[in-house]
């Protein structure tokens, strides 16, 4: 087994530690952007847009995207 997978953040290919989460990726594309994503001013999502959690383990040739954090209509936290 290999010790890092081939990922990519933002259109940027980056060898990760084949045991390492999301934010992992993106620390090792752009760690001053995997701050704001720890600090909740950013999340990471798959290519199709749908929110990762965190906890998810890297994988071959995943797509990762980092956007705003901004609450949906309709959150119970949206006042």
Known sequence: ??????VY???RGVDAPAGGTP???????D???AERVV???RR???????PVVDGDALY?????????????A???DDA
């Open 44 to 50: 990471i999502t798959d290519s199709r847009g749908l």
């Open 31 to 33: 760690a001053p952007l």
């Open 9 to 11: 953040v933002d259109g």
């Open 1 to 6: 087994m290999s010790a890092t997978v081939r």
């Open 23 to 29: 934010v992992d990726a993106v620390r090792l594309a």
């Open 39 to 41: 600090a909740g001013e």
């Open 60 to 72: 071959n040739g995943a797509i990762f995207r980092v956007v705003a954090n901004r609450p949906r």
């Open 74 to 76: 309709g959150d119970p």
